[in-house]
């Protein structure tokens, strides 16, 4: 359900998401797709991979 909302209303946004319990558990990029349970984020030139079964929070940031 994740993948639905974040491909209609946060792609092509810059996104922070936590996953975790720390400040660590966190990644931050540019939604540049989700489909099939995979979160993808672009992020200075590297791609993050991230299971969305595992997300806990995602907003958008500038």
Do not use: C, H, P, Q
């Not at 639905?4 to 998401?17: A, H, W």
């Not at 939604?31 to 299971?51: H, K, P, Q, T």
């Amino acid at each position: 359900m994740l993948d639905k909302f974040v491909s209609e209303r946060l792609f092509d946004k810059t996104i922070e998401v936590y996953f975790g319990t720390g400040k660590s558990d966190r990644l931050k990029g540019k939604v540049v797709d989700s489909a099939d349970g995979v979160l993808v984020l672009e992020n200075a030139g590297r791609r993050d991979y991230i299971n969305v079964d595992r997300v806990l929070a995602v907003w958008e940031v500038d």
